[in-house]
């Protein structure tokens, strides 16, 4: 069983940066996916970034050039660099791996709790204008 832990959120003013972090415990020989989605009250669960085990990432278009998401292996950490954040930016962020290839928003957009099989409990963002 795979346990995911994320911490960093927090309160933040428009044009500000966070930097989130989630610690990933247990057997994640086969979860090579790692992802951050987030949610907005009233709003769907989006995806927002994935990293695979290449550290190949990909991100949704509202965040390229403003998130950066990396891992540290050694630490079983996964990382989301926010940076330039906007009111729109705010939500509850998740980080969830799986075995999903190819490990792409695209593809972990369309069914994220079939593809994703552990999730963390979130890490809430506020946004200040």
């Known amino acids: 069983q795979v346990q995911l832990v994320e911490c960093g959120g927090g309160s933040v003013q428009a044009g500000g940066s966070l930097t989130l972090s989630c610690v990933v415990a247990g057997y994640t020989a086969n979860r090579h996916c790692m992802a951050w989605f987030r949610q907005a009250p009233g709003q769907e669960r989006e995806e927002v970034a994935t990293?695979?085990?290449?550290?190949?990432?990909t991100y949704i278009e509202s965040v390229k050039g403003r998130f950066t998401v990396s891992r540290d292996n050694a630490k079983n950490t996964l990382y989301l660099e926010m940076n330039s954040l906007k009111p729109d930016d705010a939500a509850m962020y998740y980080c969830?791996?799986?075995?999903?290839?190819?490990?792409?928003?695209?593809?972990?957009?369309?069914?994220?709790?079939?593809?994703?099989?552990?999730w963390g409990k979130g890490t809430q963002v506020t946004i200040s204008s």
């Open positions: 990293i695979d085990s290449d550290d190949v990432a």
């Open positions: 969830a791996s799986g075995s999903v290839s190819p490990c792409d928003v695209l593809v972990v957009a369309a069914h994220p709790d079939q593809v994703l099989q552990d």
